[in-house]
């Protein structure tokens, strides 16, 4: 079975950067869809970015956030730059068995514990 453990989370004033880790083991991932959620307190838990076969973005990170894996780490990265508050939230790596990315979190069967990013203004 395979675990994961984010990193990397933290306070940072707006426009900076962070880098996300998702560290998988137990198995690799290679063979699996690594997606990125995000959750804030009274909100749903919404889609940030997912690897597999393809590479998604929700529209709210995209050109700002990017996604990807070192396989010889068995680990994915969220790297996220000029930040906004509006993405203060707890960040979550989710998994499941096939490569195909989905953007709603029921069809991830493998979590982490999640990071906090807060983003000041």
């Known amino acids: 079975q395979v675990q994961l453990v984010e990193s990397g989370g933290g306070l940072v004033q707006a426009g900076g950067s962070l880098r996300l880790s998702c560290a998988a083991s137990g198995r690799t991932v290679s063979s699996y869809a690594v997606t990125w959620f995000r959750q804030s307190p009274g909100k749903e838990r919404e889609f940030v970015g997912g690897?597999?076969?393809?590479?998604l973005y929700a529209d709210s990170v995209k050109g700002r956030f990017t996604i990807s894996r070192d396989n010889g780490k068995n680990t994915v990265y969220l790297e996220m730059n000029s930040l906004k508050p509006e993405d203060t939230a707890v960040y979550y790596c989710?998994?499941?068995?096939?490569?195909?990315?989905?953007?709603?979190?029921?069809?991830?069967?493998?979590w982490g514990q999640g990071t906090q990013v807060t983003v000041s203004s």
């Open positions: 690897s597999g076969i393809k590479t």
């Open positions: 989710a998994a499941r068995n096939s490569l195909g990315v989905v953007i709603t979190s029921i069809a991830y069967d493998i």
